[in-house]
């Protein structure tokens, strides 16, 4: 049981380049989560899913897209980089429910630099 | 608006000491609460929650967090750290859509 997987671990982009973190889950969650964080700012919700299909807009959304095609697997895109989106992404998921929709377990990160 | 306040940016305490960290809240109902630990280069993992209940609620590691619905707190309490709790600690109360509002973390330094 892997719990929260995400590919890369780390990027380097120059700016205007293009590319898609890829997020997995083996638990069978309803419910997937894009987060950058970045210092003294916690961690700031980009987009989300509550299922296969749909996603939603977070906090954050302006320059990602996203895609959940399957259910285990949530996509973040950037379409154009720059470099305000240099930032450590962060991958969650959690059970759909009240509550525990709010326990979400996260991945390790990806740390991407925009140059 | 809902939000979550961590007043301290970095705590430092001695190992072997206890620990308090302190997290206030601002949100209209019944709260659900929770506390994270992200430790150097890692994801975050789940401490702790309170859903209802008991106002003390114990978690992994040796942590515990109390509910205070007068003070709208919950603080996070460990009786005895040790080197390998310096990490970055986060508070957050469940909000609509199903999306956790987020404190801005307090970074725990831990000294020999």
């Known amino acids: 049981n892997a719990g929260v997987t995400q590919t890369p671990k780390f990027r380097v982009l120059k700016t205007g380049q293009s590319m898609t973190l890829l997020c997995a889950q083996d638990m069978n969650h309803e419910y997937m989560y894009w987060y950058r964080q970045d210092p003294g700012m916690g961690l700031r919700l980009i987009h989300y899913s509550v299922g296969e299909g749909t996603t939603a807009k977070g906090e954050v959304p302006d320059g990602y897209n996203v895609s959940r095609l399957k259910k285990q697997n949530f996509l973040l895109g950037l379409e154009s980089a720059a470099p305000s989106q240099t930032s450590v992404y962060f991958c969650?998921?959690?059970?759909?429910?009240?509550?525990?929709?709010?326990?979400?377990?996260f991945g390790p990160g990806t740390r991407l630099t925009v140059t | 608006a809902q939000s979550v306040t961590q007043p301290d940016i970095h705590i430092t305490v001695s190992e072997g000491a206890s620990l308090e960290l302190r997290c206030n809240y601002s949100?209209?109902?019944?709260?659900?609460l929770f506390w994270y630990v992200q430790s150097p280069g890692q994801g975050l993992q789940l401490l702790l929650k309170y859903f209802s209940g008991d106002t003390l609620v114990q978690g992994i590691k040796g942590f515990e967090a109390e509910f205070k619905r007068s003070q709208s707190s919950f603080n996070l309490r460990k009786p005895s750290v040790h080197w390998s709790d310096a990490a970055e600690y986060f508070c957050a109360v469940g909000g609509s859509n199903y999306q956790l509002i987020w404190g801005a973390g307090t970074k725990l330094i831990i000294k020999p």
């Open positions: 969650a998921s959690s059970r759909a429910g009240t509550g525990v929709s709010y326990e979400q377990y």
């Open positions: 949100y209209g109902a019944t709260p659900y």
